[in-house]
């Protein structure tokens, strides 16, 4: 009975085990993840943050979020603009990551023209001088 | 303790095991910024504001509302994320995430400090925690669980010993889970619960207060001042409908027993062989289950689309209760394959043995 125990207990610990291991094989080349890194590492934080997992899927949005929080006071909050016929799942999406690059400034939303560009950003009380600090793309 | 190989060689085989997990973890999170997921909406978010305006309040000011960030949330891993990138200059999403392998590590050594077993089995415990899928997970780099387990495993690994210190390293611990996460009030409700169970009036009144003094009260009066009273976006007691725990227990179970059911399976086989393990470790298997449950019930009170809600969060909440059972599963499995069973050890009630 003992030898029973010790055996499905041993079998247990070693498929465990094993299927800890199978799922924690890379998800992608061990090259591929280092040459990944040391681009990371070595770039500054302007190429770093604009490819970082939040921004590098939306470059034009993002640049503009990256010189926008360049320019503007951290005082001062935000006010993006987007047309209001984008979906309001996309429209979430993009105010988040607004308000990631731009924290701590709260990103207010607005829907509507947002002029030939498919966003708007403006710092938010807009300064007397708005049209100087609106960043498009 | 003869085992199926000798001593030295299941400590450099389990040895590798946590080098090679830690050695994912840590390729999976330095790779990139962190930038996804909750760490995005939430966590980076608050820690950004944290570390660039040097005020508490700006947790609120980037989501006064409430859309995404979760204002009434803990701020001790936004801090973290801040007080960590502050060494190295301005905040920085890259340099966040080498917290995640020291984190990874902090938990696989905790999880090896409160396995009671001889020191090959407790790296055991520890390689298991390193191997988790949670820590390799790329958008869950930055995400406040890792710290949330770190702490717990710390007061599971305090939770029976007889120093002087225990206790109040262990309240300690409890209180910064509920500074944390709100599953750490949870968590810490139920460590004070079986204390008291166990009739450990001292520890259950130190871990209480310490727990008040500094887990819940300082923040919640904060947060009250600056925004006032504030209803939990995800679950509220006007939510409440007892039938959506029907609905939560077929999602969870779609979504979480079906898929993990071989785990689940082994797991309980490798306790029902290890009668033994299950009497010394009843406060840890009943407070797993206590903890499990509420975290159930709370779907009764969600404000969002239930099998959303489980599918998004299950693996994650899942996961304290996943690593705090490692230890348990690894006692179980050496009292079933050592042909010495375990050396006398010390039990959750009190008693002293040998460590």
Request: a positive charge; hydrophobic letters at 55%.
């Amino acid at each position: 009975m003992k030898t029973v125990r010790r055996a499905v207990a041993l079998l247990l610990v070693v498929s465990g085990f094993a299927a800890l291991l199978f799922r924690a094989r890379p998800d992608a080349p061990l090259s591929a993840s280092i040459s990944l890194m040391r681009k990371f590492w070595g770039a500054n934080e302007r190429t770093r943050r604009l490819n970082s997992p939040a921004l590098r899927e939306h470059t034009a949005f993002g640049l503009a979020l990256l010189d926008a929080d360049e320019a503007w006071p951290l005082q001062s909050d935000a006010r993006l603009c987007l047309p209001s016929a984008l979906a309001p799942g996309r429209v979430e999406d993009l105010r988040r990551r607004a308000a990631f690059v731009l924290s701590p400034r709260f990103v207010q939303m607005a829907r509507g023209d947002s002029g030939p560009a498919p966003f708007a950003l403006e710092p938010w009380p807009a300064p007397v001088s708005s049209k100087a600090s609106r960043v498009v793309p | 303790m003869a085992f199926v190989i000798g001593s030295r060689a299941r400590t450099l085989l389990f040895g590798a095991l946590v080098a090679l997990g830690l050695l994912g973890v840590a390729v999976v999170a330095v790779r990139q910024p962190a930038g996804a997921g909750d760490y995005l909406a939430i966590w980076g978010l608050k820690a950004r504001a944290l570390s660039r305006s040097g005020t508490l309040s700006s947790l609120f000011r980037v989501d006064p509302a409430g859309l995404a960030a979760h204002p009434e949330y803990p701020p001790l891993w936004p801090a973290t994320l801040a007080v960590f990138s502050s060494l190295a200059g301005p905040y920085d999403d890259l340099i966040v995430t080498l917290l995640w392998p020291l984190l990874a590590l902090a938990a696989s050594l905790l999880a090896m400090r409160a396995t009671r077993a001889a020191a090959p089995e407790k790296i055991l415990a520890g390689a298991a925690l390193a191997l988790l899928p949670y820590f390799r997970t790329p958008v869950y780099v930055g995400y406040a669980e890792a710290l949330l387990v770190v702490l717990l495993l710390g007061a599971l690994s305090e939770v029976d010993r007889n120093t002087p210190g225990a206790p109040f390293r262990l309240a300690l611990f409890l209180a910064l889970a509920c500074l944390t996460k709100n599953e750490g009030l949870v968590a810490s409700a139920v460590f004070i619960a079986v204390l008291v169970g166990a009739r450990r009036f001292r520890t259950a009144g130190i871990a209480a207060a310490l727990v008040l003094l500094v887990g819940i009260l300082p923040w919640a009066l904060y947060r009250r001042a600056l925004l006032g009273p504030l209803a939990l976006a995800d679950f509220s007691v006007a939510s409440f409908r007892p039938d959506k725990l029907v609905l939560a227990a077929r999602a969870i179970t779609a979504e979480a027993i079906v898929p993990s059911s071989l785990w689940l399976i082994g797991a309980a086989v490798l306790l029902l062989l290890a009668p033994a393990t299950c009497r010394r470790r009843a406060a840890v298997l009943i407070g797993m289950l206590l903890y499990v449950g509420t975290l159930f019930l709370s779907f009764a009170f969600s404000s969002l689309d239930l099998a959303w809600h489980v599918r998004w969060s299950w693996d994650r909440l899942a996961l304290v209760p996943i690593a705090l059972i490692i230890p348990v599963l690894v006692e179980a499995a050496v009292e079933c394959i050592s042909t010495e069973g375990l050396s006398p050890s010390r039990t959750f009630t009190g008693a002293t043995g040998v460590h």
